[in-house]
């Protein structure tokens, strides 16, 4: 009936259930491998409860909010109705001890309404720093860089005033829309592994009333890259940045804080840079690289130390910037069976000279990995983790639930690119993945004894 016996014949129950109790050992180890830490970190969150009136600890909350997101269930009503079934909840209990009670939704709810989120983030982060410092990503570096993509992204909208940081637009025919907006940081590695690092939201008492002004996107960078760089002070990043950073300011901030960028290059952004770029490329012939990659063939185009002069706050500054320009072709076959001939042009700034050397990792494996965070927010909204369902309606709650989801979802991504999991995701898809492990939860299909023997062996987490 799960559509799984295409693609898992078992022959036997035994090995059926060996199978599942496998995934599901290999997907809660690495969960369970960092979970200490992160307990640690969640028990010193200050709790706001009545200390009378507690049934269930802080860190089982919030345990309980972050398998919500790693089962992917689409509400609190639906996590309510699984996770509180008695077989679900013993295998829950056999995975995670740390379950002594199975709290109700509307427990979670109330607490977020309350509590700090400020430690959920240093939480989160430092499941990261862990992971780099354990070295785990060092083969998907640019230029020994960790590539940090950053973009925006609408949440929910209503057509009243639900919260009073809810920012404002005019829709349709002076119609007023109330809506949430978050900007995201993302590790963005050119194999397609989309890590979740940090969400700053835009709220409405953030923008500048004086000259009444809304909260905006690059006043939210600047905020969510000073929390960068206190998290990660000596980071070596590489920020994979969109059209609208194409700027003197974000520039000169990234060169502040000792960061690499890749940013787009509009065609009709800067134009004084456009001129500089065509002037010099006549004068360099040398600067250019054809390569192919993949079906394409491109030519790459370069021109170094462009001086870039911008005003801000009165004050005149001046940068040296660095062009390239990518020309590609590649050919489709259409309906009709026709080959046709495609083309594209992109274009980019960055912090670092091009050359022949570099030119490639840069752009293709740097750069244009900047839709790995795009690519991230389709799989939050349309793949499981129901990025645009609010959970809840009150601000801090509906923080707080957004920041367990992007931690789930950092989980279900380690698991996804980990070498002992690869094969089963490939396998079976992402989401019918995850599917076949709540399935497994919720059937009598775990036998203590073989899980505490699997959970017993040594682990190591191995990227793929």
Excluded at 27 to 53: F, S
Excluded at 225 to 242: C, N, Q, V
Aim: charge should be positive.
């Amino acid at each position: 009936g799960d559509g799984l016996a295409e693609y898992l014949p078992f022959c036997t129950v035994e090995e059926e259930q060996q199978a599942r109790e496998q995934a599901i050992a290999d997907q809660m180890r690495l969960l369970r491998r960092e979970l200490p830490q992160l307990l640690k970190k969640l028990a010193k969150i200050p709790d706001p409860r009545n200390p009378r009136k507690c049934r269930h600890r802080l860190t089982v909350l919030l345990l309980y909010g972050l398998l919500m997101f790693v089962f992917q269930f689409s509400s609190r009503r639906d996590a309510n109705r699984e996770m509180t079934r008695p077989q679900f909840e013993a295998n829950l209990k056999l995975l995670f001890p740390e379950l002594e009670t199975m709290p109700h939704a509307d427990t979670l709810y109330r607490l977020l309404c309350d509590i700090d989120l400020t430690h959920f983030e240093d939480a989160h982060i430092a499941v990261i720093q862990h992971l780099i410092s354990s070295r785990k990503f060092r083969r998907y570096l640019i230029g020994k860089c960790y590539p940090i993509a950053i973009d925006g992204s609408q949440k929910i909208s209503r057509d009243w005033l639900f919260d009073e940081q809810a920012l404002q637009r005019i829709v349709g025919e002076e119609k007023i829309q109330y809506y949430v907006y978050i900007l995201e940081a993302s590790l963005s590695f050119h194999n397609g592994m989309v890590i979740p690092l940090l969400s700053e939201f835009l709220e409405y008492k953030k923008g500048d009333s004086e000259r009444d002004k809304h909260d905006c996107e690059l006043r939210a960078f600047q905020r969510l890259i000073e929390r960068l760089k206190s998290y990660f002070p000596g980071l070596p990043a590489l920020l994979l940045l969109d059209g609208l950073y194409a700027n003197g300011p974000v520039m000169q901030s990234c060169d502040k804080n000792h960061w690499q960028y890749m940013i787009v290059l509009k065609n009709k952004s800067l134009p004084s840079i456009w001129q500089e770029f065509h002037a010099l490329l006549l004068r360099n012939p040398k600067n250019r690289r054809t390569h192919t990659w993949g079906n394409r063939n491109q030519c790459f185009s370069w021109v170094n130390d462009i001086e870039y002069e911008f005003t801000q706050n009165g004050h005149k500054y001046l940068l040296k910037v660095h062009v390239v320009l990518c020309e590609e072709k590649w050919q489709i076959v259409d309906k009709s069976g026709e080959i046709i001939t495609q083309t594209a042009r992109h274009a980019w700034l960055s912090s670092q000279p091009l050359n022949r050397g570099n030119v490639h990792e840069r752009c293709n494996l740097g750069a244009r990995h900047r839709w790995g965070i795009e690519a991230g927010f389709l799989v939050e909204k349309h793949q499981g983790y129901y990025y645009e369902h609010a959970f809840a309606l009150d601000w801090n709650a509906m923080k707080g639930y957004h920041l367990l989801m992007r931690m789930g979802h950092l989980f279900n991504t380690l698991a996804r690119f980990s070498r002992h999991m690869a094969e089963l995701y490939c396998t079976l898809g992402v989401r019918p993945t995850i599917a076949y492990i709540r399935q497994t939860c919720s059937g009598p299909w775990l036998n203590a004894d073989h899980i505490r023997a699997i959970f017993s062996r040594p682990f190591q987490l191995h990227l793929e």
